[in-house]
C-alpha cells in the first residue's frame, strides 16, 4: 500500500464548519496530491505539492486549501465545509521526475456535509 | 489542455467473454498513458501503464497515437474483473507533474 494513511476515514459534519483532512507517507516521496471521487465525474484533482511549502491548484480548487510543512504530511482543509463537497477524497503520492512515474493511492476518505 | 475520455459508463459482459474498455486522450505532447482500478470500495491501484507494455492479471493496453487511443482488453474476462477501471494520462507543466483522469468505466462480469 505504498505507505499512505489518510485520516479520518469517514466524517460526519455540518455546513459552515471547517474540516481538515491529513495524509500521511513513508516513502518520502517528492509528490502528493488531493483528489475527489465522484459518481459521473470520476476523479478530480483538487491540489497538488511538488515539495515542502510548495503547492499548486488543480482543476476544482475552490473552497480548498493546502498545507505541507514536511515531506511526509499533506493538509486538506475545507475552511467552510458545504454539501457540494460531499465526496471520497483520495491523496496519492509520487517519486515525480518524470510523466512515466505511478502515482500511489491512500485508502480514502468519505465525508459528509450535512 | 490534455483530455481523457472514456465512452462508457457501465460495462457488462459475461465471464469468458472478451472485454474492452475504451479510452481517447486530447493531449499536444508524448503521452504517458495508465489504466488504474478501483475494486469495490478500495483504494486506487495502477494496473499497467503503456511505457512498461506488461501484461497485468490478463489485461493487455496498446497505445494508438493514431487513433489517440489506449483501449483496455482481457480475451476472456472473470467474475473478479469487477471493479471500477480509470485511463489516465500524465502531463508535464514546467517541473510539475500531473495525471488527469477519465470518469471512468464500471465493469460487471456476470457469471
Known amino acids: 500500500d505504498a505507505g499512505i494513511t489518510q485520516s479520518p476515514r469517514h466524517k460526519v459534519t455540518e455546513t459552515g464548519t471547517p474540516v481538515t483532512l491529513r495524509c500521511h507517507q513513508t516513502e518520502n516521496h517528492r509528490y502528493m496530491y488531493w483528489y475527489r471521487q465522484d459518481p459521473g465525474h470520476g476523479l478530480r484533482l483538487i491540489h497538488y505539492s511538488y515539495g515542502v511549502k510548495d503547492t499548486d491548484k488543480g482543476e476544482v480548487s475552490d473552497g480548498y486549501s493546502v498545507s505541507r510543512s514536511k515531506t511526509e504530511d499533506f493538509l486538506l482543509t475545507l475552511e467552510s465545509a458545504t454539501s457540494s463537497q460531499t465526496s471520497v477524497y483520495f491523496c496519492a503520492i509520487s517519486r515525480g521526475g518524470s510523466t512515466g512515474d505511478t502515482q500511489y493511492f491512500g485508502p480514502g476518505t468519505r465525508l459528509t456535509v450535512l | 489542455a490534455q483530455r481523457v475520455t472514456q465512452p462508457e459508463k457501465l460495462l457488462s459482459v459475461f465471464k469468458g467473454a472478451p472485454v474492452e474498455l475504451k479510452c481517447n486522450y486530447s493531449?499536444?505532447?508524448?503521452?504517458?498513458l495508465f489504466w488504474y482500478v478501483q475494486y469495490s470500495r478500495q483504494r486506487l491501484q495502477l494496473l499497467l501503464r503503456?511505457?512498461s507494455r506488461e501484461s497485468i492479471k490478463g489485461f493487455t493496453a496498446d497505445l494508438n497515437k493514431g487513433e489517440t487511443s489506449f483501449h483496455l482488453k482481457k480475451p476472456f474476462a472473470q467474475e473478479e474483473d469487477s471493479a471500477m477501471y480509470y485511463c489516465?494520462?500524465?502531463?508535464?507543466?514546467?517541473?510539475?507533474?500531473?495525471?488527469?483522469f477519465g470518469k471512468g468505466t464500471l465493469l460487471t462480469v456476470n457469471p
Open positions: 489516465a494520462l500524465s502531463s508535464r507543466g514546467g517541473s510539475n507533474y500531473k495525471l488527469t
Open positions: 503503456h511505457i
Open positions: 493531449y499536444s505532447g508524448s503521452p504517458e
